[in-house]
């Protein structure tokens, strides 16, 4: 609130504010914070909806690789589509490869937990971001910011390997996490 004050009373810059210079702005701020507060209660509800759905016992659960797979087949046979070349090397099965042992590592209920783990740290980090804060602090939230996206990074590279590009895109989470990495890397 006191920072949307000061922007309603500035006036431009090297000069003394005026008190109800711009109401206007007013405006943005409310939009902003309305903005906002829709995005983080529908990531909110989405994560309690993707938890639900994993809490919640179902078929997958129970299915060998060699099973799901069979059932992407027929999914894909269901859709009359072709087949791609991607397609069949990620429905492929070989115990040696590398894309086979990264996707059973991947889809471990532990790694979900692992990676909430290093979600809900970054968090905490980003809450001990303060005005005044001391310059070791600042060093220490930056240091551990890209260690994170680092983090995250990984996780996104080993995930499109396992899956391969074209099934890890297909997952809308998958998708979010991306996009939400590729803008940490960027910023």
């Not at 909806?49 to 087949?73: F, G, H, K, M, T």
């Not at 009359?80 to 397609?87: I, V």
């Amino acid at each position: 609130v006191q920072i949307m004050h000061a922007g309603v009373d500035s006036v431009s810059s090297n000069t003394s504010p005026s008190r109800d210079n711009r109401p206007w702005v007013v405006i943005y701020f409310i939009i902003v914070i309305v903005v906002i507060a829709f995005f983080l209660v529908n990531l909110f509800v989405g994560v309690l909806l993707a938890q639900y759905d994993d809490a919640c016992p179902n078929e997958i659960d129970v299915l060998s690789v060699q099973q799901l797979e069979w059932n992407l087949v027929m999914q894909i046979l269901l859709q009359n589509t072709m087949l791609t070349a991607e397609d069949q090397e990620m429905l492929t099965y070989n115990k040696d490869t590398l894309r086979i042992r990264l996707r059973r590592v991947l889809v471990h209920p532990k790694s979900d937990a692992v990676v909430s783990f290093f979600i809900s740290l970054n968090v905490v980090m980003m809450t001990f971001e303060h005005a005044h804060q001391p310059h070791s602090l600042t060093v220490c939230l930056e240091v551990s910011s890209y260690i994170f996206i680092g983090i995250f990074t990984l996780e996104a590279v080993l995930k499109i390997v396992a899956f391969t590009p074209t099934f890890y895109f297909k997952d809308r989470w998958n998708r979010f996490d991306f996009s939400v990495m590729l803008l940490s890397v960027i910023g």
